[in-house]
């Protein structure tokens, strides 16, 4: 149980376009999901909390209108990184929680994003 | 920063030996978790131990949680080469859905 899956895994786009990401609860509801991105060899930094229903809380110096959240149900949350920029390329993360029990997050494969 | 601060950065140890790798932190938390992440994959859960909590184990894996030193550590016991990934611990420090600020993380390589 407790899967989570990212569409698509890889994606290659050119400057100037859009790409959404989908992150999906496939045996669970998760009324909060969480989006990250991590650059190679380094960590991964939390970009926003997605809450179904309601507006997405970004991070500080993470730009609202650049990355797209929509939490459309308790299964599903989009994160669309718009005219996106060769910096934006990156490992998107999302993670889901049950909101029950300990605070485990549930973490998708990744999605490869790159920019060129 | 609430940030955890993992060492050693990058561990390179023979299979079948034991390793361990570190965790600090600056203030109170709610709890530690330690996840696993192979080279280009998403993070799979190792391990949660509560604030109080001192030591957990799950299989392999061993985990202590020193609060008054503010550190954790995982030991990994009879490393195999397939423990070769990466390491990074992660903390909470509020209600269920509270956000976890992770590490830096340690590359962890088992030789065969």
């Known amino acids: 149980g407790a899967v989570v899956s990212q569409h698509p895994s890889r994606v290659i786009c050119k400057s100037g376009t859009s790409v959404k990401i989908e992150c999906r609860s496939l045996d669970f509801q998760a009324t909060t999901m969480f989006w990250y991105r991590q650059f190679p060899k380094q960590s991964l930094m939390l970009m926003a909390t997605?809450?179904?229903?309601?507006?997405?809380?970004?991070e500080q110096g993470v730009e609202k209108d650049k990355f797209l959240i929509n939490h459309a149900s308790l299964t599903l949350s989009t994160l669309t990184v718009t005219s996106a920029h060769p910096e934006d390329s990156s490992f998107y993360i999302c993670?889901?929680?049950?909101?029950?029990?300990?605070?485990?997050?549930?973490f998708g494969p990744g999605t490869r994003l790159t920019v060129t | 920063s609430q940030q955890g601060e993992e060492d050693p950065q990058a561990l390179s140890i023979q299979e079948g030996e034991n390793a361990t790798m570190n965790c600090s932190y600056k203030?109170?938390?709610?709890?530690l978790q330690w996840y696993r992440q192979n080279s280009g994959r998403g993070l799979v859960h190792l391990i949660l131990?509560?604030?109080?909590?001192r030591e957990k184990h799950s299989g392999r894996l061993r985990v202590t949680l020193d609060t008054s030193k503010k550190s954790s550590s995982l030991l990994i016991t009879a490393s195999r080469a397939a423990d070769t990934a990466s390491y990074f611990c992660?903390?909470?420090?509020?209600?269920?859905?509270?956000?976890?600020?992770f590490g830096k993380g340690i590359t962890l390589s088992v030789r065969p």
């Open positions: 131990i509560r604030s109080n909590e």
């Open positions: 992660a903390l909470t420090q509020g209600g269920a859905n509270s956000k976890l600020t």
């Open positions: 203030t109170s938390i709610n709890n």
């Open positions: 997605s809450n179904e229903g309601s507006k997405a809380t970004y």
């Open positions: 993670s889901a929680n049950p909101g029950t029990g300990p605070h485990e997050q549930y």
